[in-house]
């Protein structure tokens, strides 16, 4: 809940199309010694409702920085970020934290799960100090694990789980607060050809069949081929966008 002291941030009234993200001019620089590294050069992006979008590059390119300031778990040294009609420039940590609980779902490359805790138990975590009923939380944390096809696996902890199961189960975690917008940093890298393609096509289907909005960081080419719109960076830089008109590819 946001303080009373803290200004109410700025929103955007939303219609049912209007893009969930809009980066505008973001730069991110870090200072090492006397050089400053640019992780972000003029970055600018829209993301709608529904898309799948995969940020494309190699390791050092910005995409996982990009990735971060989308999802608040860094802030851009300039430009804008508006998020679900949110600008961020104007809310504070407090704010952006409850931005990222009832709208941003993560999926983490090494899964995050608390290896003690059973599958269902972690799917329920984010919520799980929520005024929420128990039994409600344990029906819906049920339904998701059905959701990824792993209801049969809801009282086994990690360490019994094969990588795969482990990636479904954070997916079904990151979808337990029903969020509009899923942010995946690099969600294959750790598993297998076969078990990574089963993971891009379920975050895929979360897209077509929930209308959930998914943007991953990857340099795996299997995500860019089931993802509706690919985006490509270098050097920190948004080096093609698709959605962008570009008049120097025209003959």
Known sequence: ???????????????????????????????????????LSNASLTINPGEFVCLMGPSGSGKSTLLNIIGGLDRPTKGSVVIDGTDTATISESQFAALRHDTVGFIFQSYNLIPFLSAVENVELPLIFEPFDRAALRARALDLLELVGLSHRADHTPTKMSGGEQQRTAIARALISQPRLILADEPTANLDHRTGATVVRLLRDLCSRLGVTVVASTHDPSVAEEASRVIRMQDGHIVHDPAVHDPSSES
């Open 1 to 39: 809940m946001t303080n009373a002291t803290e200004a109410a941030p700025a929103v955007v009234a939303l219609a049912s199309d209007a893009p969930v993200v809009h980066v505008e001019g973001v730069w991110k620089l870090h200072k090492l010694g006397d050089e400053v590294v640019k992780a």
